[in-house]
């Protein structure tokens, strides 16, 4: 148990050191604008807007039920135009960054993880590096950076959706009024609100591209091991998400809360 | 699709994004552009649990947000007021900062100084903010909810302990009680009931007896009311006013004749005096007779006077009758 315990350790740690490295060799990559430049929109459009349906989707119930939630919820003396508070407030701070990030996660953690770990496996990352190109400038820059501008985008877009859509679910199907409902939304809407889920989204798109990243880079084997380089890739992401999101709310909201 | 595509779909997604989430928050915020918002400042000694982004409320209307809060100098609070685009002040206004809900919202409320509460707290709260140095609107701090609930608290805690105590007394054999109570106020009732029915009877009888009654009291104030109207007439053809002349002088006359029995009365017990002295001089006389002392008395005590006058008597009859018979013996009446 004692060597299982050790094992998990150093795995742990070289899993952090391998991810420190390459953030730091990326850092270093950021200068190399004309390797990983010409691959940055693409990466953006595959990354970002071809996740903004899923986000819309994904807004687009989460907003309904979140209304429909506080309604059942607010019974009794809790007055019923903090439907749109609690719809504004979870959607913009909470719902709309994590499950917009849990979702991109597993579509392009495992997305990034498997066409890095494919091009490993079948040695093209050592033919770019036999070019002379960094492999780290030309595959993970790019995604990394896209992530990064991305994720704010495609939840910025949920964030909207959302909200139209528990105002739409408010009006339809609770009989509550439009000023009812922008009453609780304005009531104590902050433009904190809106920076707070960018920022956290932003974290999480290059959380979630570094580890595919990583995961990608670290494949070895054939078919199988890129499909658990894939597996690998999603699962830390969607663990990342959750500890930053919980890191954010302790150093962000805590701070504003004293 | 080529990378020039590409750049443009991603470059169009951004601004889309971009341009959706600012759209988002100035809508949310109630921003307005190209129309000047007026700011106020307001001065306070606390600002209790107000924040950035409150609302001013003025006659219940939102009129405004709070723009900054910031510490000052000599123990001051002063808060920024941002009024939507047209909002006018009242007249000589203040700032009461109270709470918006029970919900932890507070507002900023933008009133006339004759409109805030009058409670002393407040006035003097007015007062010291008003003779700041610095110009800026006098501000107070309405109680805040939380006193209000410590004090529904405390009541909450007498509530709970009555209900304990309630709980306490009201055991089965309590229950048992109330309901063997409840089981004799229906009986009880029953009979109210029944009682109520058979008095009702007779109270239909003694109402058509009132009724009667009434009639005859009706016949009556009709009779009363003829007689008055007799008595009126009799009233406007002056015999009563005869009659109450009369009266008059009867009372004249028999003052009169009082005050003679008056004036006769004194002269009685003038006579008084003198009744009383002869009836002493009387009694002693009597008693003297009655001892045999004087004249009367000797005549009174000495039975042969008695007889010697009865004698006398008797031979004075017979004189008399002899006289009668023959008055020339004794008389001789000659003329010349």
Known sequence: MIEAIGRGTREAMEAIGSAGRLTIEAGRALRDVRTWGPNFSLQARQLGVDSIPIGILIALFTGVVLALLASYSFTGAVPRYLVGTLVQKTIMMELAPVLTGLALAGRVGANIAAEIGTMRVTEQVDALETLSFDPVAYLVVPRV?????MFPVVVGVAMFVGLFAGWGASLMLLDLSTPEFLKGARLFFDGFDVRYGLVKSASFGFAVTMLASTAGLKTRGGAQGVGAAATSAVVQSAVMILVLDAFWAMVWLLGRAR | MNKHSNDWLVGATVLGG???????????????????????????????????????VIRGVQAGRIESIALADSGWVTAKLTLDPGIKLPPDPVVLIQAATLFGEWQAVVTRREGAPQIREVYNQLDDSLNAPRGALPGAVLPDIAQLTSVAGGIAGNVASVSERVRLAFNDSAARELRLTIRNFSTMSTELTRTVRTQSQNLDIIAAGVRAGVGDLSAGAAALQRSVGRLDSATSQGEIAQILRETQRAAENLRETSERLNAISRSLQGSEGSLSSILMRTDSIMRRVERGEGSLGMLFKDPSLYRNSDSLLLDMRSLLADLQKNPKRYINLSIF
């Open chain 1, 145 to 149: 950076l896209a992530g990064t501008l």
């Open chain 2, 18 to 56: 971009m341009a959706m989430i600012v759209a988002a928050t100035l809508w949310l915020q109630q921003a307005e552009f190209g129309q000047e918002r007026a700011t106020v400042t307001a001065r306070f000694r606390d600002v209790g649990n107000m924040a950035v982004g409150n609302q001013v």
